[in-house]
């Protein structure tokens, strides 16, 4: 079974799969309490969970995933996936992550600035979207959901891990994080234009 929906019938909880939503620290807790062994942190990404890509299914059973701003989540995916020069090696295409968006290239590249990026991701068609920048709404249900903001993430999800007799949640600490006053400037930095285009893309037209 595939499909971004995580499935735990022992706790009767569906766990929804959003790329730059704290997806891999949720992962790895959720791979930790089923006896998954695994050794790296990006290993989490194919570990053997039970899924489901149906929004409807399995009505009884708690549904959550987390929420973050849309322009703070496509900030942390340009600051994570796109390198300031254009080195070329096994990860990185002319400064571009193979893996997630190398197939963007050249229209992406390394050094581009994030106002650069915001054009060309929103002039993508959702069909052809990476999961790390499909709007988040196109991701996940968006009725009968848990919605947790990223901002009280381990706050909310330990609530509900403590309700559900799992152990503790702590969010994992990334290589290469950033401090939230660059991202502020960043964000407030951004021409006019810039927010119209990335605002009618994440009204999902």
Not at 178 to 195: C, D, I, M, N, P
Request: hydrophobic share 40%; charged share 25%; glycine share 6%.
């Amino acid at each position: 079974m595939s499909g971004n929906g995580i499935v735990l019938h022992e706790k009767k909880i569906v766990y929804w799969d959003v790329a730059k939503c704290a997806c891999t620290s949720i992962k790895a807790w959720l791979g930790h309490w089923l006896g998954f062994s695994f050794q790296k942190n990006s290993d989490v990404h194919s570990l053997p969970f039970t899924r489901t890509a149906e929004w409807n299914s399995f009505p009884n059973y708690m549904h959550f995933a987390v929420t973050r701003p849309p322009l703070e989540r496509l900030y942390s995916l340009w600051r994570d996936k796109i390198k300031p020069d254009r080195v070329t090696d096994s990860i990185y295409l002319k400064g571009v992550e193979r893996d997630s968006l190398g197939r963007f290239y050249p229209r992406l590249r390394g050094g581009m600035s994030f106002e650069e990026f915001l054009f060309v991701i929103t002039s993508v068609p959702y069909e052809d979207c990476d999961p790390h920048f499909l709007p988040q709404r196109l991701c996940r249900p968006n009725s009968n959901i848990y919605l947790i903001e990223m901002r009280d993430l381990e706050l909310k999800l330990n609530l509900l891990a403590a309700s559900l007799g799992m152990p503790v949640f702590r969010e994992l600490r990334h290589v290469g994080s950033y401090e939230a006053a660059e991202r502020e400037a960043a964000l407030v930095g951004l021409s006019q234009r810039a927010r119209r285009v990335f605002l009618d893309f994440e009204e999902v037209r």
